[in-house]
């Protein structure tokens, strides 16, 4: 463009000419380099266009990659830059939430089907003496828990400090283990002292620890209970014993 320039302004129609044909060559390489060279305008246009299209899945694939690790805000961000790929990660956020629930629900349904231990942590125990038979107590222990659980053995009692356990009587051993579902109850017959007065040893006791069985004999079940005592206390001797788990008050208290 320059030596066109020069060449107008001096004058000569033949160099003009000569010029003008030169400048017209010279601008015909250049267009030529600039396709070539990927410089020209319209490959300028065309790499703008690129350059953005390259831009906006990129922030896109951020507002994902974000989304799927925070679940927050940041896919709003990329949904101002397109609206359709934010409404899509929010159904598949959705989806994939949906999807984490019931697996979760699934899964607390299999665990409320498992059985569990009866225990102090999950039932409400009372003790409470009975007029019929002579010199018994009764032990009740209700399910308050949302899972069924199993009562095994008998329990093991313990007055105030007292430095043994009473046994249970084998003909009281049920069929099954006793299980409770959700409210249900089961029980425990306690003969505190000898009818005829044969027993030695006795005391009163003013404070009662309910211990659980676990799995196998003599293994620890879990929390115990302390049920509350009549304000005179309970009174015992060395006829002490204590009935299995049953699952009807009759059957504890005929032993």
């Known amino acids: 463009m320059p030596a066109f320039r020069t060449a107008h302004s001096s004058g000569s129609a033949r160099p003009s000419r000569t010029f003008a044909g030169a400048a017209a060559v010279a601008l015909a390489a250049l267009a030529l380099t600039a396709c070539q060279s ?24 951020t507002g994902k990659a974000q989304g799927g690790t925070s679940g927050g805000g940041t896919p709003g961000a990329a949904g ?3 609206p359709q790929t934010a409404g899509a990660e929010k159904t598949s956020g959705g ?17 409320s089907a498992g059985r569990v231990l009866c225990n102090g942590s999950n039932t409400r125990v009372t003790a409470q003496p009975v007029t019929r038979p002579l010199n018994h ?15 095994t053995y008998y329990p093991i009692l313990r007055f105030d400090e007292m430095q ?15 299980t409770l579902r959700p409210g249900e109850s089961g029980y425990a017959g306690v003969t505190l002292s000898a009818a005829d007065g044969s027993g030695e040893g006795g005391d009163t006791g003013h404070r009662l620890v309910v211990a659980f069985q676990g799995l196998t ?8 209970a302390v049920p509350s005592l009549p304000a005179k206390g309970a009174y015992y001797d060395s006829s002490l014993t204590v009935t299995y788990w049953q699952q009807t008050m009759a059957d504890a208290l005929k032993f």
């Open 95 to 111: 989806k994939t939430g949906a999807g984490s629930a019931d697996a979760k629900k699934t899964s607390g349904a299999g665990t």
């Open 164 to 178: 043994w356990a009473p046994s249970a009587p084998k003909d009281s051993q049920p069929q099954a283990v006793v």
């Open 217 to 224: 004999p003599n293994s620890d079940g879990g929390a115990s």
């Open 38 to 61: 990927g410089t020209g305008t319209k490959d300028e246009g065309a790499a703008t266009t690129s350059g953005a299209a390259t831009s906006t899945p990129s922030a896109g694939g």
């Open 80 to 82: 101002q830059d397109s």
């Open 137 to 151: 107590m009764l032990i009740t222990v209700k399910n308050i828990g949302s899972k069924t659980c199993d009562l």
